[in-house]
């Protein structure tokens, strides 16, 4: 409920089955160049709570990119991109004149936002922080984001780095120094070239591409427990796909990574899967073989006994707008080359 736009979900389970909904959201009486993000609950039989406002602020601008974690003991948390501490000019010029902010919810309430990062201004130029990632690791957040060389179009078509930081559990304006992950070589990277994912036993992994015109590569790279950096990178595969991966780790370590396999009027969902530990995957494979039309933007997920679920956008031979949201449960990526299990 509430608001005429609606973009941005994101969405967390806790231990008790509570879903926890943030998103952006603007109403025909908000000012110009503006979005504020909003929080509603699902309870376990589906009741919906009011939608409240997690950080208002008067210079907030466009609060957008949420995401979201929650830990064991029924602690969520929050990291967004929000223009509350840049002036009126640069909001009106970019919503990417902005910083990451992270909150905490806690006896119900959201705590005031923590400044994460500041865009440097070394070169007079100044940088925009984007597309944030939130994950849970035993007693500690991780965060990763992509920073760009400035807050144009031409500037935001690929980051110049992507950063993380970590931060304890319990101290909330305890962020380290952030530290580089990977720096822009070769091919476009960030955005939404990139996902991080975790498990309750504190494995986090992050699995991204590198574009370039007409290929993809696709890298892994894990973080154990209580690490002060990241696995070498591991090269997954090369070629057309690999677009918009989405990543979840399940319980036993195994990586599940869900893309865009093609491009244009030619993109199916593809698959692949990781061992824990391993360096190679199983696939990649395409797991919508059989079906017309174009499936893209796929979100996998997995279940406390270790099963997948993807879910994804159909879009119908002749459309040109997706019309349909649909699932595959339980794919096995090992199955074949031209099929899928599930």
Known sequence: PG????????????????????????SAGDPANSATLMYARISADGEISDPVSVA?????????????????????????RDQRLVSSEARAEHPANANLFVSDLVD????????????????GAGTADAWPHLALQKDRLV???????????????SASRIEWATRPLDNPTGWSEPVMLLEQTDGEIGGRLIDVAGNADGQIAAVYGAFARTTNALMLRRLDPGAA??????????GDFGYMPSIAVAPDGKLFIAFNAGRNKNVEVGGMAVPAGAD???????????????????????????????????????SNTATEIRTLRGFDVGQSETGAGG
């Open 3 to 26: 608001g005429d736009v609606q973009f941005g979900p994101a969405a967390v389970v806790d231990g008790a089955g509570i879903v926890h909904v943030v998103y952006s959201a603007s």
């Open 280 to 318: 190679k995957p199983i696939g990649p494979v395409s797991l919508t073989p059989a079906e017309d039309g174009l499936q893209a933007r796929a979100v996998v997920a997995v279940t406390a006994s270790g099963v997948p679920w993807i879910v994804y956008m159909h879009q119908p031979i002749g």
């Open 56 to 80: 208002p602020d008067a210079n907030a601008g466009y609060q957008m990119m949420p995401a979201i974690a929650a830990d064991p003991d029924g602690g969520v948390h929050l990291i967004w």
């Open 108 to 123: 119900g309430t959201w705590t005031a936002p923590v400044q994460l990062t500041e865009p440097d201004t070394a070169d």
């Open 229 to 238: 950096d990241w696995s070498p990178e591991i090269a997954l595969s090369g």
């Open 143 to 157: 965060a990763v984001w992509s920073i760009y060389s400035g807050a144009t179009d031409e500037a935001m078509k």
